[in-house]
Every structure is written in C-alpha cells, then in structure tokens.
C-alpha cells in the first residue's frame, strides 16, 4: 500500500508569489491534516479535511487555504508569501477522523526568498 | 499554557542502551490520547505509539514502551536496546477527545533530538 505522497518536495518562491501543495492520503483514507513546522514554532496545525468539508482550521491567516477533492486528495495554497511562511508543510491522513494513527507524508520544504 | 512540554532539547544514549524521553502534558479532558512520533532527518512522522486515558496498562510496541503516570500527567518513552536508525527528533503529542466541537487535532510538543553513538 503506497503511503501518503506530497509533491512537490521542495518548493523555493520569492516574496509575494503564491503556491500550490499537493497531498495524496493512503489509498481508503477520508481524513486530511496540514501542518507547518519551523525551528520557531514547531509544528502547528493548519487545516483538517474530511469528506470533502474543512472541519477544523488553525490560527493562521486567510492566505492560508486548502481543500479536498472527492478522492481524498487535498491541495493548500498560500498566497502573497512571505519571508515567515518558509517552513516544512507536512501532510497526515487517516481512515476516520478518530483514528489513533496518523500516517504523515515526507512534507513539502518552501522557501521564501 | 503549553499543553504538552518536552524539557530535553537533546539526547545522548550509547547503542544498545536504554533511553527515556520524557513527556508532560496539561489537559482538564477526561478523555484523551497520547502520541509519540519520530521524524528522521527525510522529514517523515512516523508513528510509534498511542496511550489511552482510560487504558490501565502502559502501551508496549516492540522496542518502544510509555510509562504512563496519569496523577502525574506524564507519558514518558522508553527506548530499549538503542540502534543508530534510532537517530532522530521525536515528538509527544496529546489529542483530547470530547473538546467543544468535537475536534480530534493533536497537539504536537517541541521535540526531542536523540542521537545515539554506536
């Protein structure tokens, strides 16, 4: 079973540009996560998706979305970037929004320039 | 309030010994779960093992065991028999079941970096 794939892996922008993340959950996985990490902040959560519907939001600004598709696989997108959004974009899926064990992906690796 | 405090930035364990990272967290829920995850330096979390609130018996899962003390709001690893694969960062993480709302978000610690000498 494949596990849960991100592309792209690494991602350099310059200040102002937007961005698009990708995130393929394990094959049967409904629930989709994002978090960001940095050496700052740790990891903070961002979105939670689950069939198709955003049900839970971090605090983050409305630069930061994201949606679901109807075959699990989510996008984020970051607009007007900036110096401060340069981080580690992890993504995690599970079968159910209760499920014990997130599977997480290897992330994506942005920096702003 | 930090819900879940790890107080040593780094560690040192020899191969083949035994290491503890420790793990406090700070909940008023009844109802809640514990995590603890690596991330190797590729950047991947992956899971290594989960605790119940409610679960009367400390989660073993192979090398990997949680000494769990409720009254003192800790859910320390331990890592037995240290391998160098076992170089990494590691996260404790705590999900509180039945907040308002109905959220199942973990939250994550600031992590860990165990490095082990052969």
Redesign the interface.
């Not at chain 1, 014990?100 to 992330?107: C, M, P, Q, T, Y």
């Not at chain 2, 590729?42 to 899971?47: N, V």
């Not at chain 2, 959220?103 to 992590?111: H, K, L, N, V």
């Given at each position: 079973k494949a596990g849960v794939t991100q592309t792209p892996r690494y991602l350099i922008k310059t200040r102002g540009q937007q961005v698009t993340l990708s995130c393929s959950p394990i094959s049967g996985h409904r629930s989709v996560?994002w978090?960001q990490q940095t050496p700052g902040q740790?990891?903070q959560?961002l979105f939670?998706y689950f069939s198709e519907t955003q049900r839970?939001k971090?605090n983050f600004p409305g630069r930061f979305s994201g949606r679901q598709f109807s075959n699990s696989r989510s996008e984020m997108n970051v607009s007007t970037l900036e110096l401060g959004d340069s981080a580690?974009y992890?993504c995690?899926s599970s079968f159910d929004?209760?499920d014990?064990?997130?599977?997480?992906?290897?992330?994506t690796?942005l920096s702003v320039l | 309030a930090q819900k879940i405090t790890q107080t040593q930035p780094g560690m040192f364990v020899q191969e083949k010994e035994a290491v503890t990272l420790d793990c406090t967290y700070d909940t008023s829920d009844p109802s809640y779960?514990l995590?603890w995850?690596k991330q190797p330096s590729?950047?991947?979390?992956?899971?290594l093992i989960?605790q119940?609130s409610y679960d009367q018996q400390n989660a073993t899962e192979g090398r990997y065991s949680l000494n769990f003390q409720k009254a003192r709001k800790s859910a320390n690893l331990v890592i037995s028999a240290s391998q160098l694969g076992d170089s990494a960062m590691y996260?404790c993480a705590m999900r509180e079941?039945s907040p308002p709302?109905g959220?199942?978000?973990?939250?994550?610690?600031?992590?860990t970096s165990l490095i082990v000498h052969p």
């Open positions: 996560s978090y740790g990891l959560f939670e839970n971090g580690l992890l995690a929004r209760e014990e064990k997130l599977f997480f992906g290897s992330g690796q | 779960g995590f995850y590729s950047g991947e979390m992956i899971f989960y119940g996260f079941v709302g959220s199942y978000i973990p939250t994550f610690g600031r992590g």
